[in-house]
């Protein structure tokens, strides 16, 4: 789902660059979207975390975590294994030319082709996904009522959910995918993936029919 996506904001304007970077990063470090708006370039500025662009990939280190209040959050993102992932953030890094201590996410003129230098606020994360599920839905075939129905289910948590559910789907065991998504307990992350363990394991399989 991921994948289509950033392929429906094919594009090389600013604003399609970063909301490319945005979806995919919000998905692959299963990121709440308060953490996606407050991670500045190289150092920490005036947000709540940071991202680097490091040897192997993408590091996104977190001030202070809802989980976790008292220390710092590494988050690693391996270019190997999401490199589609990669190529969007390191695409909006370099077109936006950001400064260490920059917000990474900042909003963008109506020529869509300067940054306001202004850090995007958690609504207007949460539009950008609604906006590209939208445009994804009619890419697919469903009319413009049908688009925005769709839409409506989904918000700037459900990258982080994405995440939480697609790793399920890949039988990844929950304590990897609790220890990638900073949940406090395995039974929050439980409560995501209850959907898919009821399609893929369930227990009527077992009974050869």
Known sequence: YLRTLLEIGGGDDLLTLRD???LGLGFAAALRRSELVGLDYGELGSGTGVIE???DGVQVTLATSKADQGRAVVIA???AAIPTVCEAIERWIETAALQPGDP???GIGKGRSKLNGKRMSDKQAARIVKARVKARAIAFGKSESEADQIA?????HSLRAGFITSAASKSIPVYEIQEHSRHRSADMVKK????VDQWQNNPLGKFGF
């Open 20 to 22: 490319n970077a945005l």
């Open 77 to 79: 993102i391996p270019c």
């Open 152 to 156: 409506r289910d989904f918000s700037g």
């Open 53 to 55: 662009l490091v040897a």
């Open 104 to 106: 990474v996410f900042q």
């Open 192 to 195: 995501y993936i209850r959907d």
